[in-house]
């Protein structure tokens, strides 16, 4: 263990070499000097021109007290440093100069630090010659030529082009406002860092995150936190956000959350996809949309692998695309299963391909292409396109079986009340006495065919040109007659709520959850017309 005397050695070599690194603060010039006190202390007073150096930094005034028993000066009007040669040019009008910390506390009405092509205006400022650090603490603001920054407290880093911003934080580029807590702001790079609760408004809409950063000059945005952007008729919620403001290209990463308020539609995925310049969104894998209509009282879910929606403002298009392994759940209207799908919005009709079958009541139909034409939202016409083939069971679990080249369904709020068999046309109908016995089995071809359905039951059945028609007895009844060529029921496919839903199933009790809420966008706008108001 060292000695007491070696240890006060150590302190006295350690604090020389401290306060050799503090050269003293040279006076350059003044046109006046004089020995006086000042706040009971031996001062040199100097007026006139002073200038003071201390290594590459540079202190102006017009009066000054320089300490004659430590290493600090005060120093009044006009208060200018030098930094850099010329880099760094702070003006104030009052100074407190501590020569050993090489720190300048400047105040004043009008603090300007003009650094390069950045200027920043404050009223107090604390400004280290050493590290080329400034602080304050007194509201500031910081303009370049593009962008415009407003705080409580600020520090700027100026060896490593960084400024910090904390508290009340507000940034202007022009075409965007940032409102913030506590802001990174690279004077070179032009990149915006913040952490914290914030809202950037834009002309393409709202955005609330809590970190991430934007690019001023790029005009790229990256959030690495749960953000929302919100616009007219939109709202895009991800677990990460990126968008390109000139390239209208935007990535949404985890938890994607698409909702259009004008359609009363919310789309589900892990990652969405926008393309603003060809009016393209694409979500993926496992996507889930969900139409409300009706006042809420209906809805409507879709998934699939992948959904894609174009939107042609030039043509006034706008469809919805979705492949691979579709489902479609309406409890009121119908259930479907194909491989893709393409929904034009603008004509209200919906195409399935691949193998698409159709569930409606107790009704199975299928075909090698099915359109659905809406009206209100609701089933109004299907049409079948080859190999068109409807089934439905009775009351005593009988297969009615209707099938022809291409078939015409129309409906009623949706419920089926005309199907029009367009060549080819094929039957099989049960005659039931009562629903409660079956008498025999109506078998029947011609060209064409015309079934009417009552309460979604048969009523009547009419035949067009070269029609065939044969009752068989119940007795006769076997398995070479009730079924006609092509059967499958499929009725194990039929896809269920929680089947469709997937991952983003709830429970009965939690389906709220799941509703369209769109309440959150009104109240986020008002609450920023508070901030442009204020």
Not at 308 to 318: H, P, R, V, Y
């Amino acid at each position: 263990m060292l000695s007491k005397k070696y240890l006060i050695l150590f302190f006295i070599l350690y604090f020389s070499i401290v306060y050799s690194q503090s050269k003293r603060i040279e006076l350059i010039r003044a046109d006046a000097l004089e020995g006086t006190t000042y706040n009971n202390e031996p001062v040199r007073k100097l007026s006139g021109n002073v200038v003071f150096k201390q290594e590459d930094a540079q202190l102006f005034c017009d009066l000054s007290y320089q300490f004659v028993n430590r290493n600090d000066l005060e120093a009044f009007s006009n208060i200018r440093i030098l930094k850099g040669e010329g880099q760094s040019i702070i003006n104030g009008e009052k100074m407190m100069y501590f020569g050993d910390a090489k720190l300048a506390k400047i105040t004043g009405s009008n603090i300007i630090l003009n650094s390069k092509t950045l200027y920043l205006y404050t009223t107090v400022l604390d400004y280290n010659t050493q590290a080329d650090i400034s602080n304050y603490y007194n509201g500031g603001k910081v303009i370049d030529d593009v962008n415009t920054l407003t705080s409580n407290f600020g520090t700027y880093f100026k060896q490593q082009d960084l400024f910090v911003f904390i508290k009340n934080v507000v940034f202007k580029d022009g075409k965007h406002t940032i409102y913030t807590d506590s802001l990174d702001y690279n004077t070179v790079t032009r990149i915006v860092k913040f952490r914290g609760p914030t809202t950037i408004i834009g002309p393409d809409g709202i955005m609330n995150s809590t970190k991430g950063e934007y690019n001023s000059a790029t005009k790229q945005s990256d959030f690495h936190s749960k953000s929302t952007i919100y616009s007219k008729d939109y709202s895009l919620t991800a677990d990460k956000l990126y968008y390109n403001q000139f390239t209208k290209y935007g990535l949404g990463i985890g938890n994607v959350v698409l909702i259009s308020i004008k359609d009363s539609v919310t789309v589900f995925g892990d990652y969405g996809q926008y393309w603003g310049d060809k009016g393209h969104t694409k979500v993926y894998p496992q996507a889930l949309m969900q139409s409300v209509s009706n006042a809420g009282k209906d809805t409507t879910f879709l998934r699939a692998d992948t959904l894609l929606s174009i939107n042609d403002t030039i043509k006034k298009e706008k469809r919805l695309l979705a492949y691979n392994h579709v489902f479609v759940y309406d409890k009121k209207n119908m259930q479907a299963i194909c491989d893709s799908l393409v929904n034009d919005v603008t004509d209200s009709t919906t195409t399935f391909f691949n193998d698409p079958v159709i569930w409606n009541g107790k009704n199975q139909m299928r075909g090698d292409t099915i359109k659905a034409y809406l009206m209100n939202k609701k089933i109004h016409q299907i049409k079948f396109r080859t190999k068109a083939f409807i089934i439905s069971k009775d009351t005593l679990e009988n297969f009615n079986q209707v099938k022809g080249k291409n078939m015409v369904a129309y409906f009623d709020s949706s419920r089926i009340k005309r199907v029009e068999v367009l060549e080819n046309a094929e039957s099989i109908y049960y005659a039931l006495q009562e629903d409660t016995a079956t008498n025999g089995l109506n078998k029947a071809e011609a060209v064409n065919m015309t079934i009417r359905f009552k309460n979604q039951k048969v009523k009547t059945i009419s035949f067009y040109k070269k029609p065939k028609a044969l009752f068989i007895p119940i007795h006769e009844i076997n398995d070479d007659v009730i079924r006609l060529r092509g059967f499958k029921w499929r009725e194990a496919e039929r896809p269920n709520l929680m089947q469709v839903l997937g991952k983003y199933y709830v429970s009965e009790k939690k389906r709220n959850i799941i509703k369209v809420k769109n309440v959150y966008l009104p109240t986020i706008k008002n609450t920023l017309k508070k901030k442009k108001n204020k």
